[in-house]
């Protein structure tokens, strides 16, 4: 499961652009999808380590529709990233229709004009209909 | 401090929440504050203040049976409740309750898509499920059906037609409530009813034939409080062969009054989408002197405007066209725009846009091909849901007063020059009225402009402003005929007391059915600006 000092350890280390490492990866045995967002790419081709996926230009959808729509409405799916503030309230919204919390949330970086504030968060189940 | 349901005591209220959890199970009663956290308003300019409205509790029952079992529960203890589909509606009050203490009713766990027919074109729905949840049956079913869906799509079409909300593909199916056809409603006294054909046992029509016979109660529902809707049927929009876009630019301000009467006849007419409106001097405005003139102090002279556009290169306005059905068809509904337009304005220009079959491809959803800068919401506009809209929210999200008014250019003028003056005192707002703010015909027969100023969770003298300016938009619009669609819970007594024709003689007439259907409020009192006696002021 992970722990706090674990999303610490992810921000302090692990800048978006260069994904996130093996061994913190290991560290975070439980979570089942990253999230990443790709206004904080921070230049070059993005490359998705497995079990990690893009929101591109902060848009939820494609992972609403063709991930945690239906891993939601099942039993466990804990979801980690580091997105845009806007695009973690979109998650939250659906998180909380579907028995799940943000259960960890720090921000890594402030809003700076053009972009949201960088926040890395964890979601997990914790309505018993959907707890592993 | 724990929030109590009003009039009730603390050992009452212990009692209620047990018979409700008796009723419908523990996991499903919710009544500690970390639970009752997402039924709080997350846009409300009133956080954290003596003027949130908080719920005492919430409950999330699997079927109808067990919300007729809340409801008789609920009379019995007196409690308000407060229904919601989905509970989005942000800007509009999100999940949260008109009283404080009442329990939400939290339909989510109605989700069923019922029916889905195509050769009738119809859905039957529940209150749970999302745009989302009907767009991905009519595909996994392989259905040639279009839904029309608002942006975000995450709300339902139960809870967004009640809410009277508006979609983006043709005028016969914008208008989400106009669009719902039957309906079943859990009543007060938690007996259940079904509107029109469903009110005459055996009949196939529900979904087709909406009034039945005698009075159609359907519209008490809306904005309303009379009783919680568990099912309501929705005419779908037979999915066309094909879309088609063009741009039609104006050079003159004053164009836009004749551009205007001639996109209501192809509106009316159902020849094309929704209509959308811009003026490319918008993007003018970040220039000091170009936005002193857009919102000089009575509204700035056609002939500077005129001036201002020309020394720029710009059209006045702009009008993106929609066409949808048979190739052929587009193609000439299109062809028969430009002439219209292009012989009645001298000056105006049009280029052709996209055109393709649908459904789109995923790069066409994008809308980065049309041959100009265009203001279609392309997902909106195909009756596909998203959450994309999302990055336009600003700050910690937005309140929403849509003013309705005529659709003439001179109202857009009149409006423009009226509510930039009135609200020019709120300085830390953008103008959101200006000499190039187009309106929205989202609604089907109506234009409505937008306020939408923004809520600051860690800023208490934004919002303070945020409230004030609210209130002050809300009575100057009605002291010139213009009255909001639609309004958050702390904006509803305000909003429902502009439309006083004949000393209130519309809200005199809601109370009384009000009392003579729900005397105690059990069911969202407060809700449209209708109380029942036991909460009226004396």
Known sequence: MIDRRDLLKIGAVAPIALGMPAALRAATAGVSLWVRDTRFQRGGP??????????????????????????????????????????????????????RRVVERSEVAPQDGTRPALVRWLIAPVHASVVA | MAILPPDLSPADFAKALAELRQAIGTDWVFSSEDDLGPYRDSFSPVWDTDKERKASAAVAPADVAQVQAIVRIAGRYRIP???????????????????????????????????????????LVEPGVSYFD???????????????????????????????????TMAAFRDHFGASCGMEVVLPNGELMRTGMGALPGAKTWQEYKYGFGPDPSGLFAQGNFGVVTKMGFRLYPRPDFY??????????????????????LNDAMLCGEIVYASPLAGLMAKPDFAALATRAGGPSDADMDAAASAAG?????????????????ASNWAYAKDRILAAIPGAKAIDGDAFPLPATPEQMENKTQPYRTSIRRHGSLGVPSLGIWKIVRDDGHLGFFPVLPRTGEAVFEMQRVMC??????????SFFNATTAPLHWHSFAFQMVFAPSVRRNDPAHNAMTDRAM????????????????????????????????????????????????PEGIIAPGRGGIWPRRFRKP
């Open chain 1, 46 to 99: 993005l490359i998705l380590a497995p079990g990690t996926v893009a929101l591109n230009g902060g848009d939820v959808t494609p992972l609403w529709t063709g991930t945690l729509d239906d891993a939601w409405r099942k039993r466990g799916f804990l979801v980690a990233g580091m997105t845009g503030s806007d695009a973690l309230f979109v998650l939250e919204q659906l998180a909380w229709h579907r028995g």
């Open chain 2, 421 to 430: 003056d009135a609200l020019r005192e709120f300085d830390g707002l953008p």
């Open chain 2, 471 to 518: 209130h002050k938009a809300v009575t100057v619009a009605a002291e010139h005929g213009w009255g909001d669609y639609r309004a958050a819970p702390i904006y509803q007594d305000a909003v429902a007391d502009t439309y006083s024709f004949n000393n209130h003689a519309l809200r005199r007439f809601h109370e009384q059915l009000k009392d003579a259907i729900d």
């Open chain 2, 314 to 330: 710009l059209p006045s306005w702009q009008v993106d066209l929609q066409f949808f059905g048979p190739e052929a068809t587009t």
């Open chain 2, 134 to 168: 009907l767009y991905r049956a009519i595909e996994e079913k392989g259905l040639k059906l279009m839904i029309d869906c608002p942006d975000p799509g995450w709300g339902s079409p139960i809870g967004n037609s009640l809410e009277r909300g508006i979609g983006y």
């Open chain 2, 244 to 265: 088609r876009t063009g741009l039609i630019t104006v050079p003159r301000r004053r164009d836009f009054v004749k551009l205007v009467e001639i996109c209501n006849y």
């Open chain 2, 81 to 123: 409740l407060f229904p919601i589909s989905t509970g989005k509606n942000f800007g509009y009050g999100g999940p949260s309750p008109n009283v404080t203490g009442s329990i939400v009713l939290d339909l989510k766990r109605l989700n069923q898509v019922l029916e889905l027919d195509e050769a009738r074109a119809f859905a």
